[in-house]
């Protein structure tokens, strides 16, 4: 038992130690939201309406609001940035935070730490100044880090696209099924596209940030090791192999609240 519990603390350690940025995001993202009036649970921002407006007034401050964003001042540039770690209510937070977990620890250990920071944020802006692009005239605040997690899964598909995955699918009964990477990312990616068609205009799921992060972090992936040749190297078939990559499909979409991606 011993034995056992010192392999497992090990093999944290290092995964802590070879991750730092994935690991760091997340503590991040979690105690942001926790200080949040979305979390509820800080008692002086108040309860009922004025909680909600609490939460409208931040979401609108820290989130991106795309006719701002291109009719306003200068200063409004920066909130595709400071959006990314803000969000809507705790299955949005814990639902990027799993994503995160799953995939962003290979990628980063495959990238490295300043290029993977540099990764995260930049795609994770480029999803939601392309959501604010087709969007420009929305007043509708957009929060969360779902861009930029959407853009590590598209580059851990380049990277590792024969990792074996774990999903469960609702029409299948929730039964855990293993598929490689390149069955079940662009599943996911499919699923996006068909609801970013349905989508309307008012609180809801932004779609459209998924698919332009996706894409992102999987044209960044291909131009930046498209002529890494040969075998993916040891951490790509220990993934292959071991089946460290495991993860619940796309969950259902929240159906109130600020804009997610």
Request: with cysteine; glycine share 12%; aromatic share 14%.
């Amino acid at each position: 038992m011993i034995s056992e519990w010192s392999t497992a603390a090990g093999r944290t350690f290092r995964t802590l130690r070879d991750a730092p940025i994935t690991y760091g995001l997340i503590v991040l993202c979690c105690l942001i939201f926790m200080l949040g009036p979305a979390s509820g649970m800080v008692s002086g921002y108040g309860t009922g309406y004025v909680l909600l407006d609490a939460q409208r007034v931040y979401f609108r401050h820290w989130g991106v609001v795309p006719a701002e964003l291109f009719a306003g001042p200068w200063g409004h540039a920066l909130s595709p940035v400071t959006a990314l770690f803000v969000h809507g209510n705790w299955v949005h937070l814990l639902g990027n935070m799993l994503f995160l977990l799953v995939f962003g620890v290979l990628t980063e250990e495959r990238m490295g730490r300043v290029e993977f920071t540099l990764f995260y944020v930049g795609c994770g802006y480029l999803a939601l100044l392309g959501y604010a692009v087709a969007n420009a005239t929305s007043e509708q605040s957009l929060v969360g880090a779902s861009g930029a997690v959407s853009a590590v899964l598209g580059a851990f598909l380049f990277l590792f696209p024969r990792a074996r995955v774990t999903s469960l699918l609702p029409f299948l009964f929730f039964l855990p099924l293993r598929f490689p990477a390149w069955v079940v990312l662009p599943f996911w990616v499919t699923l996006q596209w068909l609801a970013a068609g349905r989508s309307t205009q008012g609180p809801g799921v932004a779609y459209l940030a998924h698919l332009v992060g996706f894409g992102t972090g999987f044209v960044y992936a291909w131009v930046r090791y498209g002529r890494w040749k040969g075998t993916r190297g040891r951490l790509a078939r220990a993934v292959a192999g071991e089946g460290r990559a495991r993860v619940k499909c796309a969950p259902e979409p929240v159906s109130e609240g600020e804009n997610q991606p």
